[in-house]
């Protein structure tokens, strides 16, 4: 069998070092990035929510946040209905670094999917997620206490 998962794998981790060395001079650390990216795109989402679209435990995805906020890059605001919800906004500084960080994915994407036709980009897409729903069953159940079945 083909070692897909070590492909995907060892180029998100090439991709991730190389974002942390660039976004280092914008004062961001390891793979904050990511939830800067995500509170950008959905201003007023919670915590939990982050977690989960980046599929982190809460713990991580509490402590990037925690950082984000002390850095400056992001806040967070008591929801009207309800006081114990706290939602994430990005702060002036967040939307400033916002687009210096969409041009390197872009940019990253770009360099990822070259040489590759209009129909094999929409291939690898389609099956790459339909790869991430098959191991999202998993992530769901494991996160829950379950074991898997080998």
Known sequence: MK????????IARALD????IEFKELELTKGQYLYLVRICENPGIIQEKVAEM???????????IQKLEMNGFIEKKDDQHNKKIKKLFPTEK???VYPIIKREHDYSNNVA???FS?????????????VRKNIEKDWESVKKGNKRNY
């Open 3 to 10: 070692e897909i998962l070590r492909e995907v794998g060892m």
């Open 17 to 20: 070092s190389i974002s942390n």
């Open 54 to 64: 980046i599929k982190v435990d809460r713990t991580t995805a509490a402590r990037a």
């Open 94 to 96: 967040g939307k400033t």
């Open 113 to 115: 999917l070259e040489g």
């Open 118 to 130: 209009e129909e094999e980009v929409d291939t690898i897409f389609n099956l790459l997620h339909r």
